[in-house]
């Protein structure tokens, strides 16, 4: 999401693919991808104690899940607005990625960005002033808000592999994207990314491409930061 008003990714006008020569797959290949026993070994994952949706899988797992998931899907791009907030199942973009993942977990994200930006409107400068939840919540820079609150604040430096764990979450140049970590790695280590920018490969090594967007947040959700009033459940 590409376009910037008021320091937040303005989706009422985009649709389409606002990426350009960034949007390309990995030429490499399930070959390029480090070994599920290799990767426990070098980068044990990180698991949570939280399992929001008791489903028998800590949150991380879930996001990884439903962000996976939204990726096989393939929706096609569109960062449309939508009366309602939410996209068609087959329609989406890079923020509708998260929220999917995030339903997977059993956590309402549109629901929780909305009651955060009522109960907190001077953390959200750039859209408190007249909120609207048909689209806050798939705003790059309002999400980039929300995960710095309720989340530990990570490296950006990607290679610094250890730190970059399935289910976390990536934001680039500030509103421009946002992705969520799979547990997947190349072989020299690189997480994978699982993301939409109307890309063929939903789930690729991005974040090893020798030209990508600038990573400016990273951050690994944290239920336990958020209030009562906020913390949702989807429904």
Same mark, same amino acid.
């Given at each position: 999401m590409a376009s910037l008003v008021g320091g937040v990714a303005s989706i009422r006008q985009l649709r389409?693919?606002?990426?350009?020569?960034?949007?390309?797959?990995? /030429?490499?290949? $399930?070959?390029?991808?480090?070994?599920? =026993?290799?990767?426990?070994?070098?980068?044990?994952?990180?698991?949570?104690?939280?399992?929001?949706?008791?489903?028998?899988?800590?949150?991380?797992?879930?996001?990884v899940a439903g962000?996976? /998931?939204?990726? $096989?899907?393939?929706?096609?791009?569109? =960062?449309?607005?939508y009366e309602g907030g939410y996209p068609p199942d087959d329609r989406g973009a890079c923020t509708d990625t998260v929220w999917r993942a995030f339903r997977q977990a059993g956590y309402d994200l549109k629901a929780m960005v909305d009651a955060d930006i009522a109960a907190h409107p001077d953390d959200y400068a750039a859209v408190a002033p007249s909120p609207d939840p048909n689209i806050d919540f798939r705003r790059t820079g309002v999400?980039?808000?929300?995960?710095?609150?309720?989340?530990?604040t990570l490296t950006t430096d990607t290679t610094d592999y250890a730190q970059w764990q399935g289910g976390d979450i990536v934001v680039f140049e500030t509103s421009r994207h946002i992705g969520v970590v799979s547990d997947k790695r190349d072989k020299q280590g690189t997480s994978y990314l699982i993301h939409n920018m109307g890309q063929r490969q939903r789930e690729n090594d991005y974040l090893a491409f020798a030209k990508h967007m600038k990573v400016t947040g990273h951050y690994r959700f944290d239920a336990s930061k958020i209030p009562q009033d906020v913390l949702k459940a989807w429904r």
């Open positions: 389409g693919l606002p990426w350009g020569s960034l949007v390309r797959s990995s /030429a490499n290949g $399930e070959e390029s991808v480090m070994t599920s =026993s290799e990767t426990e070994r070098r980068y044990p994952r990180v698991s949570n104690s939280v399992d929001f949706n008791d489903n028998g899988t800590d949150d991380y797992a879930d996001i962000a996976r /998931a939204d990726a $096989e899907r393939h929706p096609t791009y569109d =960062s449309g607005y999400l980039d808000v929300f995960f710095s609150k309720y989340g530990q």
